[in-house]
Structure formats: C-alpha cells, structure tokens
C-alpha cells in the first residue's frame, strides 16, 4: 500500500500547479469489519494513512469506515456536490472488498446479504455509478484508487460456483481521470 501512496503523491505533485491548487476534494473509504464475509486487516489503516497525506497536500476529505451502503452512496454524493461546486481535483479511495461481475466492478459495504450473484446490484455499490457521478463533475481531475482486487469472498455461497471472476474488472477511464488498482485487472493482491 506505501508503494501506491508514493505513485499517488507523484501524481499529486504532477498537479501541484495554481490550476489544480484551488480546491481538492477526496473521498476515503475503509471497510474492514464485514458481517457475513472475511474481514479485512489492513483497509482502515490504509484508509486513516491516506487521509493523512491527502491532509498534508490540502485535499478536503470526506472519509467513512466500516461503511453500509446507504453510508457509501450518501459519501459519493456528498464528494461529486463539492466536485460540481468548484473542486478542481477529486480522489476517490477505496479499500475493502471489491467483485467483478460480467465487467462491472461492486465495491462491498460491510453490511450485505448476498445470496446469489443477482444481489449484488441491490447490494453492493457499483463502482461505474461513481464514475458516472465523477463524470457530472466537469473538468476536475478525477483520480480514482481501488485497493480492493481482492479474491472473490462470496465463491463458496450458493450461486456463486460459476462466479470465478478474479480481481477487479477493468474500467475505462472518463476523460480528466486515472484510475488506479491495487493489481492489474483480472488478478487478486495480497492485504
């Protein structure tokens, strides 16, 4: 996780020009305590260090941990109105569990009831609905880190024996925006 905080604050000084220094805005979510799946170790502390540096480089940040969904929405829409209303550079961090389903990529609060692979739009928050958001926003530059390319936690559940996808699916960038994973598309990290 360090390593990705020294490439993000490469791409922070990247930008560090009268242009981009106006206004930042970051959203950090941590989720580690799930209920009904594996918990995570380490996604609050890499949520707390992050926010930390996006302190020190002056990013407004909205920070949630151990988020339902309501909680996630609430935060993405909080972060894309701050966005819309002058922000010049938004940050998006994830870290917790993350699934792919025929290309799309969930991001799992830590409250869900997933029975079967069809839950998940009901359940999970679809990763592409931020970028749809992020994309409302403008010209910000929109960075985007998902550190959840984790191993499926549902492939033991009922309906879920075909549901060998793994990692996170690839998403194709907005314009104004990099995206960033833990791995590379399609494969697992190590928490």
Do not use: W
Request: a neutral charge.
């Amino acid at each position: 996780m360090f390593r990705y905080i020294a490439v993000f604050i490469s791409f922070i000084f990247l930008f560090n020009t009268p242009a981009y220094a106006a206004s930042r805005v970051a959203l950090v979510i941590g989720n580690a305590n799930y209920q009904k799946i594996s918990r995570l170790n380490n996604t609050i502390n890499d949520a707390d260090d992050m926010e930390q540096v996006l302190r020190e480089l002056d990013f407004e940040v909205i920070k949630v941990t151990d988020g339902t969904k309501r909680q996630m929405l609430d935060a993405v829409y909080e972060f894309t109105q701050k966005l819309q209303r002058g922000g010049q550079v938004g940050l998006f961090y994830f870290s917790g569990h993350g699934v792919q389903k025929d290309g799309r990529n969930y991001l799992m609060p830590v409250k869900t009831n997933i029975r079967t692979a069809a839950d998940l739009e009901f359940e999970a928050v679809d990763a592409g609905r931020v970028l749809a958001n992020l994309k409302q926003t403008g010209d910000a530059l929109n960075i985007i880190i998902l550190d959840a390319c984790r191993d499926n936690p549902f492939k033991g559940l009922l309906g879920f024996k075909s549901f060998g996808e793994r990692g996170l699916a690839r998403v194709r960038a907005i314009s104004s925006s990099i995206v960033a994973y833990a791995t590379e598309p399609g494969n697992v990290a190590i928490e």
